[in-house]
């Protein structure tokens, strides 16, 4: 599903007709979107918890947007990244989401290895979880 879905997006993105770019446009917009909400709700799931260095947490947050990923504000940057990159249509948009995409899943790891000794192991249900290698950041 997902190949075929990247399949159509590079089918409209080598067109570059007026239709597809503002069919692009339209989606990378949703996206910003969807990723700047996403990270909003990380932030406010959190609230004083949240911090933008790695630290162990004080108690663990399975609710809100860290009921579906592990680090849902890291997830949300990427997404915005990805967004920018389709509604531009960009080289320089791709490069950068690439450099994002790194910049997080490093962070992630970094906070992983913070959390490891509060978390120690987290359950079941949030090892499936997608987008990281670890614990939930904090739980209410």
Not at 49 to 71: E, I, N
Request: charged share 15%; hydrophobic share 50%; aromatic share 4%.
């Amino acid at each position: 599903a997902i190949g075929g879905v990247l399949g159509l997006l590079g089918r409209v993105w080598a067109r570059r007709s007026l239709p597809s770019a503002l069919l692009l446009t339209v989606l990378g917009a949703a996206l910003i979107v969807a990723g700047g909400w996403l990270r909003r709700a990380a932030i406010m799931a959190l609230g004083a918890d949240f911090v933008t260095a790695a630290r162990a947490p004080r108690r663990r947050c399975t609710s809100g947007p860290y009921a579906l990923f592990r680090h849902p504000s890291e997830v949300g940057v990427v997404v915005i990244a990805l967004g920018a990159a389709v509604a531009s249509r960009s080289t320089i948009a791709i490069v950068a989401l690439l450099l994002v995409a790194l910049s997080s899943s490093l962070r992630q790891r970094r906070e992983n290895r913070a959390l490891s000794a509060v978390a120690n192991g987290g359950s079941e249900a949030q090892k499936k979880l997608p987008m990281v290698n670890s614990k939930t950041l904090v739980s209410s």
